[in-house]
């Protein structure tokens, strides 16, 4: 119907004069109606009455049809539509429709572009209010809704809603082909592509594939040689936090990942995957070119190298040539002269970490390599190879 009554401020107008009144309050800067629980204020008393229930969880209008339950009388008018079937306000552009006026509003912004609310702090826009709301926190820092059962706080309530389940093991989404359950629509999603092979993520310079956009996001770093994550004790850098995580651990000393059947333990689990193979003597990777075997598929491709004679790491500074990046990366530094281990002890720094353990030997005293023969032992195994041959002739 006609609105006759316009706002001299904005683009509001009303059907009454005191529908106006009540609005042009919105831009008179005092709202003294002001909830104790969080930031919000507002010109109207009702407004903070009706505001209230979302920390109450107070719902008191209920259909006659179901369990819905509602803090608004609009909300329940709205959801009464849902049983009468009719949906009121249609999109010209396709075929969503709603029974709420304000949701087609915001959903033909999907279609012009319009983003109308822009953040003061960053080109941050948005189609929604309550969008921008939710975005003014990571500058703000405030994270309103927190858990009970812990020191999890964060920005949005749905946010909070899924953390909950961590707390009360609920798993909603399920898998239909597997046992697979999750605390989150999303994950699901992701999950029943391992069953349909669905790869919509697609990079643009070579043929790969994946199930998700952050994946793709870290791969294409493998063609514009970003490495974002660095670390703050040597010049290594990676392309992914996880990696970073694991090499953090060669400063830390952590090996978070530790044997049940003897005193080994691992920086990363996969290393602690391929020594468990050791207690039940499973090699499951072997050469078809001779009687090789070994614990894990990398092993496999190096020896097969040496076959093939494929040195596929060339310095760009001699004619040394490896089977194995690693191997490139220490050979490099003959020509830069880095020299990254350091002894704690002394002075001594070194180009590989092997040298400075045995290093570290001269230090703490340590002999791992002892004679079967005799009382003799050393810090290096080459010494021992040496000494043994005393005993073979």
Known sequence: ?????????????????????????VHIVEKPYKCNDCYYSTTRARDLKRHMRRHTGEKPYKCNECDYTSTTSGGLKSHMLI?????????????????????????????TGERPYKCSECDYSSTTSGDMKKHQRTHTGEKPHKCSECDYSCIRAEDLKIHMRIHTGEKPYKCNECNYSCIRAGSLKLHIRTHTGEKPYKCSECDYSCIKAAILKVHMRTHTGEKPYKCSECDYNSTRVGSMKQHMRTHTGEKPYKCSECDFSYTRVANLKIHMRTHIDEKPYKCCECDYICLNLADLKLHMRTHTGDMPYKCSECNYSCKKASYLKVHMRTHTGEKPYKCNECDYSSTRIGNMKVHMRTHTGEKPYKCNECDFSYTRLANLKVHMLAHTG
């Open 1 to 25: 119907g006609e609105k006759p009554h316009k706002c001299s401020e904005c683009d509001y107008s009303s059907t009454t004069p005191g529908g106006l009144r009540s609005h042009i309050l």
């Open 83 to 111: 049983h009468t079937g009719e949906k009121l306000y249609q999109c010209n552009e396709c075929y969503y429709s709603s029974t709420r006026a304000n949701a087609l509003k915001r959903h033909m912004r999907t279609h």
